[in-house]
């Protein structure tokens, strides 16, 4: 099964900028999408961005589209989130996911992935 690590979180302001990092080991990296998720306090995890195994597809939740660019390194076995202009609704743990199939792409579910242990996003207004 998938390990997922996320990095990057932190306190920062509105109109500033973070980029979260995921590094994934334990099975081939570059045939599965992966995907971030989000979960703020006394909400449901929501669907944050999604990339195709090969990096040449992306979506995005219409909270952060032109905000947010989800993008991979499959030589570094790494996927990443830039997140710019923050907002503080953008707070929320943040959580790395790996889609369970290999060559699937498209799923928004929490069900279809493996998850990380999360990253604490926090912007203050």
């Known amino acids: 099964q998938v390990q997922l690590v996320e990095s990057g979180g932190g306190l920062v302001q509105a109109g500033d900028s973070l980029r979260l990092s995921c590094a994934a080991s334990g099975r081939t990296f570059d045939i599965y999408t992966m995907a971030w998720f989000r979960q703020a306090p006394g909400k449901e995890r929501e669907f944050v961005a999604t990339?195709?195994?090969?990096?040449?597809?992306?979506s995005y939740a219409d909270s952060v589209k032109g905000r947010f660019t989800i993008s991979r390194d499959n030589a570094k076995n790494t996927v990443y989130l830039q997140m710019n202009s923050l907002k503080p609704e953008d707070t929320a743990v943040y959580f790395c996911a790996a889609y369970k199939y290999p060559f699937q792409y498209g799923s928004t579910g929490a069900e279809s992935y493996y998850w990380g242990q999360g990253t604490q996003v926090t912007v203050s207004s």
């Open positions: 990339i195709r195994w090969s990096g040449d597809r992306t």
